[in-house]
């Protein structure tokens, strides 16, 4: 025990987390030249071609020094804001955390909160300075920084470049000597806590997990103790490149089990295993995480809402947090109430479902939670995660939004630009702090559905990439709040209705009309759309009938080529959703969201 180290990786997106990963990997021979690709840990197809990690990876690696044989598990973890529920669940099964910072970049405002995140949680803190190959890296003034930061010697900050492989050693070697032992006995009892799952159709569950205290044989019968089920632990093992089945997990290892488990329900990522011979207590687990962005998901096609809510269920083992529950709308028939973390989770889920579990799905506009207070009852808040459960305005006190406290590192030359965003969002600058001459920290208070809906990518633009975004709920505040809802030839679409502030929806619900008329494609009949306010219209947009003859193209004679053309046509109406009379692509669903 006293050669493993357990450590993860930390960064602001893009720093250089997967890529450094790759070179600790290399290095230690954990992978060979023939399985290297570029972000090996990045396995999921989605995180490839997106560029970002999305889950946390655990891998294993040994690496001898000074003659004596070390483990290391290292656990590589996600940037993106939205993922950070991932960071703080590594982050407790380790002891020591790399903190990169890109030389070029310097410190940035994920940089910061995954750094507080790993000193809540007593890690040993090694500083690295990454990219220093690119001739733009800014040694000096980055040290500088990190120096005011963590208030470490300027000696201990390691420079390396995930691409030259500079600095490699040195943190492998910085590992061993500062990242401490992971604590624990081996004697007592196996407790160990689940930090991840994955569901694999061929062997069902496998849990990973991190052991406290005490050892597990392969064979042996365990207990989960939220469920309070018992299996035989059929499967034990280390989590290389590919798992590698083991006799014994000792203390302060991290490692899978397989016992046969098929249901998704009985495996709680944050659980506790133990024996069923010698039971030891359940570790405290993870904080259950908050949704803050609402949306329904419905499948396309009503007669697989039990396929959907399985795979929903699978997907949530690997995805802790995801939450759902079932909902109905008049519009789109049976489906689930989700929560997500962010919109990037939101696009996540939703592309997960369709790629891993080939599900078609709509998912419905995104809103955040609020709370209405009735007049009867001025205290007791109603939970509104759905529009469609907003009380009606005339039993209403009042309405109040989440508010999240906003940090953006930016250059001065954009600090103009940004202020004038975040008025517009409604949001209130709290705090400006000039970092160097160059740099400076804004924070605002600003309403949480400002900021999950086109926020992010407008301040990429205005500040080309020179900013950074960072943001903790601060609480609900009271705010003027009503109903918009969508109709197409006089029937509401309740999976479209909205909550927005009284002050935009006028605005919104022309903006919202215009972009539904080029969404929807011309039916045989004139369309009416429509916004509303209760009963009062606010904005209304035509679309006329056309009849769309697609084999007129073809002069009589070629029979098969005119089938082809409507069976093609068939298609493409498969993946439209019918409501009403009206057929509606399922992108139409999210068109509140692309407004510009
Ligand atoms: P992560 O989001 O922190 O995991 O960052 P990645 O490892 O995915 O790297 C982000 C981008 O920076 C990729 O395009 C990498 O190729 C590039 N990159 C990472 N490390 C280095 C480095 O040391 N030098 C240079 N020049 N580029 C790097
Ligand atoms: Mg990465």
């Not at 569950?205 to 018992?230: L, P, R």
């Amino acid at each position: 025990m006293e050669h493993i180290r357990n450590f993860c990786i930390i960064a602001h997106i893009d720093h250089g987390k997967s890529t450094l990963a790759d070179r600790l990997l290399q290095t230690t021979g954990a992978i060979t030249e023939r399985e290297m690709q570029e972000q090996t840990l990045d396995d999921m197809d989605l995180e490839r071609e997106r560029g970002i990690t999305i889950k946390s990876h655990a891998i294993q690696m040994e690496y001898t020094l000074d003659g004596q044989e070390y483990v290391l598990n290292l656990i590589d973890t996600p940037g993106h804001v939205d993922f950070s529920y991932e960071v703080s669940r590594s982050i407790a099964s380790c002891e020591g955390a790399l903190l990169i910072v890109d030389a070029t970049q310097g410190i940035q405002a994920q940089t910061i909160s995954n750094l507080y995140l790993a000193i809540e949680n007593d890690l040993e803190i090694i500083p690295i300075l990454n990219k220093m190959d690119l001739d733009s890296a800014m040694p000096e003034e980055v040290k500088d920084q990190i120096v005011d930061l963590i208030g470490c010697d300027r000696d201990d900050i390691i420079s390396a470049s995930g691409k030259t492989g500079l600095g490699v050693e040195d943190i492998l070697k910085a590992v061993i000597e500062k990242v401490p032992a992971p604590k624990g006995d081996p004697d007592a009892p196996f407790q160990a806590l689940i930090f991840d799952s994955v569901f694999d159709s061929y062997r069902g569950i496998n849990a990973y997990f991190k052991v406290k205290n005490g050892s597990i044989k392969k064979g042996e019968k365990v207990k989960f103790i939220a469920t309070g089920k018992e299996y035989h632990a059929d499967e034990i093992g280390t989590l290389k490149l590919k798992q590698t089945p083991k006799q014994i997990i000792k203390t302060g290892d991290v490692g899978y089990i397989i016992s046969g488990i098929k249901v998704a329900k009985e495996v709680k990522v944050g659980d506790t295993i133990t024996t069923v011979a010698r039971p030891a207590p359940a570790i405290q687990g993870f904080e259950d995480v908050k949704p803050m962005v609402f949306a329904g998901i419905y499948p396309i096609e009503t007669d697989e809402y039990e396929e959907l809510r399985d795979a929903m269920e699978k997907l949530q083992l690997n995805d802790a947090s995801l939450t759902f529950e079932p909902e109905s709308s008049a519009a789109l028939g049976f489906g689930f109430r989700c929560g997500f973390l962010g919109m990037l989770h939101m696009e996540i889920i939703q592309e997960r479902l369709e790629r891993e579990f080939d599900m078609s799905v709509i998912t419905t506009v995104p809103n955040v939670s609020y709370q209405a207070y009735l007049t009867k009852d001025k205290q007791t808040p109603i939970i509104v995660n759905n529009p469609v459960d907003f009380p009606d305005p005339s039993r209403l006190d009042r309405v109040e939004e989440p508010y999240i406290k906003a940090t953006i590192i930016t250059k001065s030359d954009y600090v103009g630009q940004i202020m004038s965003l975040c008025i517009e969002k409604r949001g209130e600058l709290t705090n400006q702090v000039y970092l160097t001459t160059d740099r400076v920290e804004l924070s605002f208070n600003v309403p949480l559905a400002e900021i999950v809906f086109d926020f992010y990518d407008r301040l990429k633009s205005i500040s080309r990439g020179y900013a950074s975004f960072d943001y903790h709920p601060i609480g609900f505040r009271e705010s003027k709040l009503v109903k918009m809802d969508i109709m197409l030839n006089g029937d509401p679409v309740d999976a479209l209705s909205a909550l927005v502030h009284k002050d935009n929806a006028y605005d919104l619900g022309k903006k919202i009309c215009k972009k539904l008329r080029e969404l929807i494609p011309r039916q045989q009949f004139n369309i009416a759309i429509q916004a509303a306010i209760g009963a009062k219209i606010i904005s209304r947009e035509s679309l006329s009938a056309l009849r769309k003859d697609v084999t007129a193209k073809c002069y009589g004679g070629d029979i098969s080529r005119k089938r082809k053309l409507l069976e093609k046509q068939k298609e493409g109406k498969k993946k439209m959703k019918q409501i009403g009379s009206v057929e509606i692509p399922p992108k139409a669903f999210l068109a509140v969201l692309k407004l510009n």
